[in-house]
């Protein structure tokens, strides 16, 4: 959770001076980060969720509903550290 909250103050200065994420906490730390964010995409993807009442544990239903609700809002952060590690 700390990674990922200080990933979310190193993005603002990320974007706005066009410095490489890895210049300004470190190339471990940034990988660390990158990977921590994966990581949070792989728990949510393999964690069931409740609907009227009921545990829903079938796979194919927890990705859809992963999908549909915040897969969007976790891959957001990783798209540019992604750009700035593997293709720049």
Known sequence: MIIIMAFQCFMPIYVTFNVPFYDIVGTTTAYLMYFALIGDILVNIN??????????KNRKSVI??????????DILPIIPITIDFFLI
Do not use: A, R
């Open 47 to 56: 964690t069931s969720y409740y609907e009227k009442g009921k545990q829903v």
């Open 64 to 73: 859809l509903k992963y999908i549909k609700t915040s897969f969007f809002m």
